[in-house]
């Protein structure tokens, strides 16, 4: 799909990177995340002249986003990655930005009527709390989902194997497990918070709890946080982290991020198959930066026959807007409202995350 947003910020993250740190570097950096954040195409800017008006963009940046529009490549900028002998360079960090969306993109994927719907998203099952390295207390938490519409949430704040990421010990999990009982019969009929965590997975395919403890949670997600810039096929751990008993969710299964890493490289048909076969659900995580699983793998995870889940990530009450990018993605590859866990009920749901310790 054409992204003009993206693409124009992409050529500004080249030269960003050719600048290195510098004044000029950081103001293209500055610019690229600018269009990245803007709602709307700058096509229709440029034509009107009004593009330099975008805080952040100078008539440099302007120069190349026409070019770009205009020539579909700046001409400009290929000529610097090749004076500067940076080709190599550059191919990388491209690699490291497809099948991103531009908050324009986003936009204009939700504008248009389709499934799955915004309106019927009832809950987002994966966020950070001041329980690990998230800014929000529980109960604003419950309060920002709620002026968002939904009706629960499902809490996944770090597991103690990640203690970089302010990971819980088992005590402050029994105290965070009273607080959320405490909030759900204070919210009872309005809102329903539901205990998970985000365990992480290790490079041999377990995570790092044991069953008694991930039994103490409602339900399991498990991700990777290591491991994520190496090239070696690491199909084994991931098919090993949704073979594990008790894990419902597989949480941002690539690692990835934008412009800086690939993440997990690994023959994801096949881990698709596995999942789709135990019902662990592949998450779309919706961070701007990580968009992952991104619409082209999530076709094909929906052509193994996986269960998704469309969530946020977020680490504070703004952030919880980042489950719009994984609808979207979504929305780009077609995947039935029915197959998506932040649809359904909470009977349906419960009961589907305690089947993760039978299938
Ligand atoms: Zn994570």
Redesign the pocket.
């Known amino acids: 799909m054409g992204d003009v947003n993206l693409e124009v910020a992409g050529v500004l993250l080249d030269m960003a990177a050719l600048a290195g740190d510098s004044q000029r570097g950081w103001g293209y950096t500055r610019a690229a995340k600018a269009v990245l954040r803007l709602d709307r195409h700058i096509t229709p800017l440029i034509h009107a002249n009004t593009f330099t008006a975008v805080p952040g963009i100078g008539p440099t940046t302007d120069r190349i986003a026409r070019e770009v529009i205009h020539d579909g490549h700046s001409t400009f900028v290929e000529r610097a990655i090749q004076e500067a002998g940076k080709e190599e360079d550059v191919r990388t960090l491209r690699g490291l930005r497809h099948h991103y969306l531009s908050r324009a993109a986003v936009h204009d994927i939700l504008s248009r009527r389709g499934t799955p719907s915004r309106a019927k998203y009832r809950g987002d099952f994966q966020m950070h709390s001041v329980w690990s390295d998230g800014a929000e207390s529980l109960d604003s938490i419950a309060d920002a989902c709620l002026a968002r519409g939904h009706r629960c949430a499902g809490i996944t704040d ?1 597991s103690y194997g990640l203690p970089i990421a302010g990971g819980m010990t088992m005590a402050q999990v029994a105290q965070q497990h009273a607080a959320i009982d405490i909030l759900n019969a204070a919210y009872k009929g309005r809102f329903r918070m539901f205990t998970g965590i ?1 365990a992480n997975i290790r490079s041999d395919g377990t995570v790092d709890m044991e069953p008694d403890e991930l039994r103490q949670f409602e339900f399991v997600v498990a ?1 990777p ?1 290591s491991l994520l810039r190496k090239s070696v096929d690491q199909t084994a751990r991931m098919v090993g982290a949704v073979s594990q008993p008790g894990v419902c969710l597989l ?2 299964p690539q690692g990835r991020r934008f412009n800086v890493r690939p993440g997990v490289t690994a023959d994801w048909d096949q881990v698709f198959e596995v999942a789709a076969r135990r019902e662990v659900a592949i998450e779309i995580d919706g961070s701007w930066d990580r968009q992952d699983v991104h619409y082209e793998l999530a076709a094909r995870a929906l052509s193994k026959g996986c269960l998704f889940a469309l969530d946020s ?1 977020a680490h504070s009450h703004p952030e919880l807007d980042f489950i719009d990018i994984a609808i979207a993605h979504a929305r780009l590859a077609a995947i039935p409202q029915e197959r998506i866990i932040n649809y359904w009920t909470e009977v349906k749901f419960l009961k589907w995350a305690k089947g993760a310790w039978d299938r």
Do not use: V
């Open positions: 770090h985000e991700s946080h949480g941002h990530d």
